[in-house]
């Protein structure tokens, strides 16, 4: 037996002499189930990943109007402070902010196409209040018994920051019931 051969065998005889197989299995087993947490690692992501268009939602370059003004056609329903004047977008919430997962909902027309929406009513959450560009417009609003049609509450509730910051107004897809306001 050459020398390399010899040390090989010493090394793991010494190595079972002082180990056990459930000791082995065990370090093994908990390795395996460590790398499995490594996705979960902090990395940085794209900061803003494209989102899929709703379907029915209107073709973005032919998407009249501004953002930052109530008369836009999106806002017909919306209570808050415009997330476009405050740092986000009419779409995205400020930096810094959460989009609440509860909304309120809204149809709205686009003078554009002439078609009825359903817009969702995010409120971002997590600082304090913005204090730009304040709208509040009742098309069709419901008595508050009808929560997810009311835009009277704060929706930020519940969530890790509950201070209200702004609203979105997202077009989650086309009225079926085209030419009627809910």
């Not at 087993?29 to 029915?56: C, D, F, K, T, Y």
């Not at 508050?144 to 702004?166: D, E, F, L, P, Q």
């Amino acid at each position: 037996m050459n020398r390399f051969d010899q040390l090989a065998e010493d090394a793991l005889r010494g190595l079972a002499k002082r180990t056990s197989r459930r000791g082995f299995l065990s370090r093994l087993a908990a390795g395996i189930l460590g790398s499995a947490a490594i996705p979960l690692l902090p990395v940085a992501r794209r900061a803003a990943a494209a989102r899929e268009p709703a379907p029915g939602e209107p073709d973005p370059s032919t998407d009249e109007g501004d953002p930052t003004n109530c008369a836009y056609w999106r806002h017909c329903a919306i209570d808050g402070f415009l997330a476009a004047c405050c740092g986000g977008s009419h779409i995205s919430c400020p930096p810094g902010t959460e989009m609440s997962p509860i909304t309120w909902l809204g149809t709205c027309r686009n003078p554009v196409d002439g078609k009825d929406y359903v817009v969702s009513y995010n409120d971002c959450c997590g600082k304090g209040h913005c204090g730009n560009c304040f709208c509040q417009r009742d098309e069709g609003e419901k008595p508050v018994y009808y929560t997810h049609k009311s835009n009277a509450i704060n929706w930020c509730m519940g969530r890790v920051g509950v201070a209200y910051n702004s609203t979105v107004a997202v077009v989650v897809g086309m009225s079926s019931e085209s030419g009627q306001r809910k």
